[in-house]
């Protein structure tokens, strides 16, 4: 953690700011270690705090010893955060304006004796967008459940089952194989389904020789995978073979591109450029990839117009799609790690596009 702290504090510096408050959940476990829903962490440059009330006084000892530990008694935010910036002697306070209630920020306004509230975008956010060697350990736990279960449905998957089906099957084996919770709700969309990019799962019964996009990702001590893979039953139509062999080219093409310093939209377009030239440039209708930790979304991103630089350490998704009305679609979606001169490919599912 005092790696992080370090970095937070030159981040501080260079925003011109006294102190920050952190409360979005993931940025405040990145830097204090807690992992609880509530609390206040308050870092100037000398300082370190963390208050939070009853329910989670005893897990923030255990896990942030290195803050100084505040037990509030009352909800009364105003007042609390007031007299933690009075311990810390600090007059330019930043907030995650992104993350704010209008009501929390009022309480807080109202209460504050001496210091400014200075609204702060994507602080934590930016240190977060590169990954340590620990984080890249746990999110390769994660991967590895969700590369399983792409491997544990191959071999189950068969015409007639549900789109639920499919996807219980996935999220059962990613749960007994030790994932905490799912990453986010699994998508499995088959036949004119997949044509939505965030297809909600059906009882509609898959036939073969129709795609079936499955989308799905694991949470594992607070990291995220996410994992799309497209498959056929039986024999598909050469719709699909076509399809699948753009949507493969333009995502390999992406792969083998991607270097550190990059802008995200820079390699958004070598995938684009694949796709486009091949005719379905309007099927693909939105960006690349996005980074991928503590959070499922997070930076940085790999969209048509972001200036997000991918970094050595970058955990980013490399995943192109084509969705066509009334047929249904094909995504693929690997996870990669951006190394000092290009990727390592983090996702091992086979990308074999029939079963
Ligand atoms: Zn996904
Ligand atoms: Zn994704």
Redesign the pocket.
Known sequence: MSSRLAKLRETLVANDLDAIVITQPENRRYISGFTGSSALLLISMEHALLATDFRYYEQIGKQSPDFRLIKVESNEIGPILNNMVQETQTTRVGFECQHVTVDTHKQWADAAEGFELVPSKEIVETIRATKDQNELATIRRAVALSDGAIHHIRDVIRPGMTEKEIAWEMESYMRTHGADQLAFPIIAAAGPNGAMPHAVPSDRAILAGEPIVM?LGAHVDGYNS?L?RTVCIGEPDDKYREVYDIVLKAQLAAEEAIRPGMQGKEADAVARKVITEAGYGEYFGHGL??G?GLA??EKPTAGKTSEDMLLPGSVV?V?PGIYIPGWGGVRI?DMVVVTDDGVEILSQATKDPIV
């Open positions: 989308d996410d799309t990839g996005h991928v499922v979304h998704t995943e979606e």
